[in-house]
């Protein structure tokens, strides 16, 4: 299934590609970047194998550039990846068995955690589990101060005992978390030697080394996650390379990160923590994109539309949203990943939600899915659950012939049947009715879940276009801005792969750090110097290897007022400091920013500066789909009955996107449908084509009043 940006046929005239592929839980979306413009593709994810899905994708787009895959393999410079096959494997207990080691007296760094409870008074709740169980946790004989000294020298004989009985429980990873390693790693270099030596092919991660924070137990949980992942996602990433290039691709194979960026194969393969949601990362950076090109910088609700989740995340002031506490299911009763990320919200909404009414008679919309196998009822392959998809099948919004770019046929009647047993007659509703009211809940959900992170945070989404992304999002992304009081609905012309998409539009990122105490009153320049020193060389080793795009390179430090618990990050001119003008100049910078965030600030106070960073980004190439000047509109590719609620089956004009001009304004109702979505224009609204190739929806009459 394709949706073409443009004519491109980059294998046929020798042209260089740069493609980026986003693994979901029902659907692969691949797309192909060239300077003809972009391709977008479809295939059906295969869970138990996500290659045949990958493969399938790839075959679609050899044979729209008339090639064979080996052919347009090899005019791919790049490919972009993104998976949740890893959060996959940490939700489900999938990772590896892992063992944990850590400073003798500090066993329970994972159990007791950082404290927090949503429901503080709450005595019902168990308390979460470690992530490593405590018969898989060891205590090394060792201890650093936290100025770097040796308190207690490191015990090799005793860590040998300990790794043979690791031996003997037969783990499959370890993850090493010693207190203060962050500024002397020494004893934890050495166990990860000893590893090395008597655990040979068994992965290890050393926290020190992953992630540089001063916080025990974000960093002990950055490196069991990390350890956990690293059999599967290793193997996972070196098996795709290997069938990547058995096919033809020479390039160069990265991975989406959950920081808005990517990384070589190479380095996620050595971190896969990073992968942990990979693919919705990107999909606020193809959301800004397109806020940028289309509103003049508008905020942004970025919302994608899955086959089992709705991922959202808020673009403010042209600024992607950040957190710095990213949990792996819920929050305080799952597990921190330990790393900053880009700052997005799922529920469990989407194409493939299925719909349900309780012993009370209340009708439900997901969280569980039907996911790629069985899929829905409509796909004929034994589901026997009504989803969302089946009610869009039900209301007309679908043609069943056409579905997958008519490589699946839909079972309409399978869909009613199923829709009339577990929704119609319980809620005594015709079958339509029953699906127009699965939609609506549909709706509600995602109306509560935008307003959990708009109106609950003081933020008016009325002041914000909503851009609507995913195969299902044009069911209902219409009626969702209405009820937020949105001024438009954005439809890209690669909404149907958002994530995929906003893969093409990051960068290349590598950030390091380096925890490096000091305090301004009493400062030791040369120590700053030393750390700041180390930072500039891991940078310049990336960029040497990291091509000949331009690369921008950031440098902050993490600091605070005494006593103060969390620190601000404050931005640095560079990675010179050579004088106590250099060192006010930060304390001044410090309280600039404590005034401009928590409205206070007490500048006849010193700093403490714990850590120092720098991130490097090289700038993606210009991959902005061509603008579509001088395409000739077409006329409505014939009528549809749609069921319209109140007013019944409804004869509708359909227009296929991509024959949709620029300047063409279409009233509703009315279906825009393409290979790769459908995108439903209710009554009293209008849809406009942009240059951009988007699809601009608003309301119009009393609608937008």
């Not at 996620?268 to 994109?289: C, K, L, Q, W």
């Amino acid at each position: 299934m394709a949706e073409s940006g443009s004519n491109g046929s980059a294998s046929r005239h020798g042209q260089r590609v740069r493609i980026a592929c986003d693994v979901g839980g029902t659907f692969t979306d691949l797309v192909v970047s060239g300077q003809n413009g972009f391709q977008l593709f479809k295939s059906e994810s295969t869970p138990a194998d996500p290659l045949i899905g990958i493969v399938a994708a790839l075959e679609l787009a050899a044979r729209a550039h008339g090639a064979s895959v080996a052919s347009f393999l090899a005019h791919v410079e790049t490919v972009a990846h993104a998976t949740t096959r890893g959060t996959n494997a940490l939700l489900t207990g999938g990772a590896a068995k892992t063992a944990f080691l850590t400073t003798e007296g500090h066993r329970d760094i994972l159990l007791l955690r950082e404290g927090g409870r949503l429901n503080p008074y709450d005595n019902t709740q168990s308390f979460p589990p470690p992530y490593v169980p405590r018969a898989l946790t060891f205590e090394v004989p060792e201890r650093m101060g936290a100025s770097g000294e040796i308190v207690r020298r490191l015990d090799e004989e005793e860590l040998d005992g300990i790794i043979d009985r690791l031996a003997e429980r037969e783990v499959e990873a370890v993850a090493v978390c010693l207190l203060w390693s962050v500024v002397n790693p020494a004893h934890e270099i050495r166990v990860g030697e000893r590893l090395a030596a008597k655990l040979k092919g068994i992965p290890f991660t050393l926290s020190h080394r992953l992630n540089p924070i001063v916080r025990e137990y974000r960093r002990a949980s950055a490196a069991a996650i990390d350890a956990s992942l690293k059999p599967l996602m290793s193997g996972y990433l070196a098996n795709l390379d290997a069938h990547l290039r058995a096919l033809g691709f020479a390039g160069r194979l990265f991975v989406v990160t959950s920081q808005g960026g990517f990384i070589e194969a190479s380095a996620a393969a050595e971190a896969p923590i990073h992968m942990v949601n990979s693919g919705p990362s990107v999909a606020p950076v193809a959301g800004r994109h397109v806020a940028r090109l289309d509103t003049s910088g508008a905020d942004a609700i970025v919302a994608d539309t899955g086959g089992t989740s709705y991922d959202l995340s808020l673009v403010r002031n042209g600024r992607l949203p950040w957190t710095s506490e990213t949990w792996l299911g819920g929050r305080f009763t799952g597990h921190m990943t330990g790393f900053p990320s880009v700052d997005v919200r799922s529920i469990g909404a989407g194409g493939g939600s299925i719909a349900w009414v309780d012993e009370g008679g209340l009708l439900h919309v997901g969280p569980k899915s039907a996911g790629a196998e069985p899929g829905p009822a409509c796909y004929g392959r034994g589901g026997a659950s009504s989803t969302v998809t089946d009610c869009a099948l039900a209301l007309g919004y679908l043609d069943p012939d056409s579905f997958l770019g008519g490589r699946m046929r839909l079972n309409a009647a399978a869909a009613r049947r199923c829709i009339e047993m577990e929704i119609a007659r319980p809620l005594r509703l015709s079958i339509e009715d029953a699906a127009l009211a699965v939609i609506d809940v549909l709706t509600q959900n995602m109306v509560s879940a935008i307003e959990e992170i708009t109106v609950q945070q003081g933020i008016d989404p009325a002041a914000a276009v909503l851009v609507a992304g995913g195969g299902a999002a044009g069911f209902n992304s219409v009626h969702i801005a209405r009820r937020l009081g949105c001024p438009a609905t954005l439809f890209p012309q690669t909404g149907a792969a958002l994530s995929a998409a906003g893969a093409l539009l990051s960068d290349l990122v590598f950030v390091a750090g380096r925890v490096q105490y000091a305090r301004s009153d009493v400062p030791d320049i040369s120590t700053i110097q030393a750390a700041l020193a180390a930072l500039s060389a891991q940078i310049a080793k990336f960029t040497a290897n990291a091509g000949p795009q331009a690369v921008e390179i950031d440098y902050w430090v993490e600091a605070r007022y005494p006593q103060q618990t969390w620190e601000i990050e404050v931005p640095l001119a560079g990675c010179d400091l050579r004088s106590s003008a250099d060192l006010a100049r930060i304390v001044g910078d410090f309280h600039d920013m404590h005034q401009k965030l928590y409205a206070v600030c007490d500048r006849a106070s010193p700093i403490e500066m714990i850590a120092w960073r720098a991130r490097a980004s090289c700038r993606a190439p210009e991959v902005a789909p061509r603008g579509l000047a001088g395409r000739r509109s077409h006329p409505a590719g014939g009528r549809r009955r749609i069921y319209l609620g109140g007013e019944g089956w409804t004869m509708v004009p359909l227009h296929p996107f991509p024959s949709v001009a620029p300047g063409t304004t279409i009233a509703g109702p009315a279906i825009i449908e393409s290979s790769v979505t459908t995108i439903v224009v209710p009554p009293r609204s209008r849809a406009i084509r942009l240059g951009s190739g988007t699809l601009k929806v608003e309301p119009v009459g009393a609608a937008s009043s």
